[in-house]
């Protein structure tokens, strides 16, 4: 159970709050590459409660900029894109990737142009997402997480879109393994039926535990197999689970933007096309109707993921941590949170959070990927030790 207060510490995301201001120092895919043409350019994006617009300029490169023009205020939405980056559809103020302002049509107001620049945040297109930074220069370098930088495997995009609640909610799930073989008990049956639906199928698990990594919290489940399943959330926004790379960017307070790349090595080692351009697939919507809130809107559950969005979703736009009551299981959780609390602290400071990297040839950081239960070759161990001849599970927030 939190305080109000300390609920509103970890959950608020905007500009000058200490979370926000914390969460500013990582980078978050915020699009998708190939939505950005030369027939729409332009793209409107929220970002950490901040209204951005997104673009790419008649070179082909990616600029991010705050929605209202400086000039008064038009929305660069509806800028029209050259070579040299974006002018204003109003009066046609000009401006580069850098925010620098290039032109102020009718005159030329040299004041202006040296005193004032407008908002602009770094972006750029990695494994067919865009990634920005809205944090204080110089900017870290995106981590080399090995989902996201291995050469060696397939790469596709899954686009859940828009969640319709607090960032937080979506991460505390992520180290929260005892829900997983409750909520999702009907999509990792396989072959079994559970004891009850009540405890689903959490008694084949023995016990899990957590512990602190670099970058983030290693969860660990110890099945009565034998079988170990160790996937970690990387801090702060992402869950690194089975061949999935799940990422929730917090858009603000309220909403969080949800999408995936998952990962599958080549068995030979090999670079294949798509490992660097993956296909996008856009998932169903998880709810009808697809902009409503609990309880006026069915969430659908038709998977693992569409059933940890009705989970999310139900516990409100924010959840109310001051009438929760946290038990022994939630451990994680809790660990989880005072992470969060850590780092603000250190940002306080003045020092970076955790997981930040700045060396721009630092080595690819394994996340165990190749352990994963979900492996190829680990879900074949785990079928025989089972004497099942259908696969276990498929993937999903566990
Ligand atoms: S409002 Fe943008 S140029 Fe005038
Ligand atoms: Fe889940």
Known sequence: MLT????????????????????RRYWYPIAIASELTDEQPTKFVRILG??????????????????HCSHRGASLL???????????????????????????????NDAIMKSVKH??????VHVGLVFAYLGPAPAPVMPHYDTLF???????????????????????NSVDP??????????????????????????????FEFYLTDYGIMKKRTHKTGAIDEHPLIFPHILRQGPSTQFRTPI????????????????????????WHPVVEYQEPCKEPVDGLHPNTHFTQWAIIPQDHMAWETQGPVANRA???????????????????????????GEDPMGIYRDPDHAIIDTKIDEDIWSPQRREEIRSQRGEAEPASSSGSS
Request: charged share 30%.
């Open 119 to 124: 908002t602009a945040y770094p972006a750029q």
């Open 252 to 275: 603000d307070d309220e909403h969080t933007l949800h999408l995936h790349i998952n990962f599958t090595a080549t068995e030979d080692g090999s670079e294949p096309p798509d490992a």
């Open 323 to 349: 009438v929760e009551h946290l038990s022994y299981s939630d451990r994680g959780v809790v660990l989880f949170r005072q992470l969060v609390r850590e780092q603000i602290e250190k940002v306080q400071r």
């Open 50 to 67: 901040e209204d951005l617009v997104l673009f790419k300029d008649r070179s082909g490169r990616i600029g991010l900029l705050a929605d």
């Open 4 to 23: 109000q207060e300390e609920n509103e510490l970890l959950t608020q995301v905007g500009p000058g709050t200490p979370c926000g201001e914390m969460l």
């Open 78 to 108: 509806y800028g029209r894109v050259e070579e040299r980056g974006i002018a204003c559809a109003y009066h046609g103020w000009l401006y580069d990737r850098e925010g620098n302002i290039l032109e102020t049509p009718p005159e030329r």
């Open 150 to 172: 291995r050469p060696d495997g397939h790469r596709k995009i899954k686009v859940y879109g828009q969640l319709d609640c607090n960032w937080l909610q979506a991460m505390e």
């Open 178 to 207: 005892a829900h997983a073989p409750i909520l999702h008990q009907e999509y990792i049956r396989g072959v079994r039926q559970p004891a009850s639906t009540t405890r689903g199928f959490i008694d084949d698990v023995e016990g």
